[in-house]
């Protein structure tokens, strides 16, 4: 579907080239070629790349909490919340919608990233880390998820383990090794 928003398809034109090649691997010569604009045209949305990435990012985390919240309004059990946030993800990289968090894949860039980008995708760490801990010691609470260690560590286990089989998944061009590593973490948990 093409947007009519021009600053909203350069926005997902940019976040489809930062999944592919991270954040040095695009330019604005790139996005013109995709979109079909001028580079002055991408500019005048976006001054800088990093003011680009930052707009990216900050439209990425409102997305994720969109979803949270809508896991929170339907999804009443806290394992079936963290089955259906594997889920997602399953689902994503296995028709390559989005086979990548663009998040995940900025934070292993963070030693090159301009501060403003950087402190974007480190506060959707610390986001998606609360949720998770909250979702553990509910679940904890009312019996259905057994925990080793506290939920800090747990949540940020999981967030590592997600993240993890993406990059597996990506390394071995299988989309199935996503589902091989995350269906044990659910199991442990249960």
Known sequence: MKLNN??????????????????????????????????????????????????????????????????????????????????????????????????????????VLPEEVAFEVRAHFRTLSTWLTSVLERGVAQGDIRLTTSAKIEAESFMATVHGAMLSARAYDDAKIFGAITRPLLERLQ
């Open 6 to 111: 021009t600053s909203d398809e350069i926005i997902n034109c940019a976040r489809l080239l930062i999944i592919a090649g991270g954040y040095n691997g695009f330019s604005y010569a790139d996005i013109s070629k995709v979109v079909g604009v001028r580079n002055a045209t991408i500019h005048h949305h976006f001054p800088t790349k990093s003011n680009l990435v930052r707009v990216l990012i900050v439209n990425y985390r409102e997305e994720v909490q969109q979803g949270i919240a809508e896991l929170e309004r339907n999804v009443p059990q806290p394992i079936e919340q963290l089955r259906a946030y594997i889920h997602y993800w399953e689902s994503c990289i296995a028709d390559a919608t989005s086979p990548f968090c663009v998040c995940a894949l900025l934070a292993t860039q963070l030693p």
